[in-house]
């Protein structure tokens, strides 16, 4: 099992900011594409964004105005910054990774649309994220 690892939740007053991170174990030139994934207690978990390999990067269009996405240069760590939360914020936050090239090249389309997301094999924990 490939240790994915999130963390970095917590509370935080609305309009404050958390910043996520997830770290995956394989080396940076693997192909691989790391999602951020979200769940609202009731609600269908949704995909948040992405960042592969290969440098590209994207948020979903309803949260790019306030979330970003980064990775790592040196190890395979991608970062999810979140500015101006609101109380819709409030979710489980978790992160998958898809590894190997035909994995990736599905991943990059998939994260944004309803699961199941089947290619992307290793989920971390989950970390949760309140706005108060």
């Known amino acids: 099992q490939l240790p994915v690892l999130a963390s970095g939740g917590g509370s935080v007053q609305a309009a404050g900011c958390l910043s996520l991170?997830?770290?995956?174990?394989?080396?940076?030139?693997?192909?691989?594409?790391v999602a951020w994934f979200r769940e609202v207690k009731g609600k269908e978990r949704e995909g948040v964004g992405f960042?592969?390999?290969?440098?590209?990067?994207g948020v979903s269009d309803s949260l790019k105005d306030r979330f970003t996405i980064s990775q790592s240069e040196a190890e395979t760590i991608v970062y999810l910054e979140m500015n101006n939360l609101k109380p819709e914020d409030t979710a489980m936050y978790y992160c998958?990774?898809?590894?190997?090239?035909?994995?990736?090249?599905?991943?990059?389309?998939?994260?944004?649309?309803?699961?199941?997301?089947?290619?992307?094999?290793?989920w971390g924990q989950g970390t949760q994220v309140t706005t108060l």
């Open positions: 991170s997830c770290k995956v174990f394989v080396y940076t030139y693997w192909h691989h594409c």
């Open positions: 998958a990774a898809a590894i190997s090239r035909t994995a990736t090249n599905m991943a990059r389309a998939a994260w944004a649309t309803a699961g199941p997301w089947p290619m992307f094999r290793f």
């Open positions: 960042s592969d390999s290969d440098r590209n990067t």
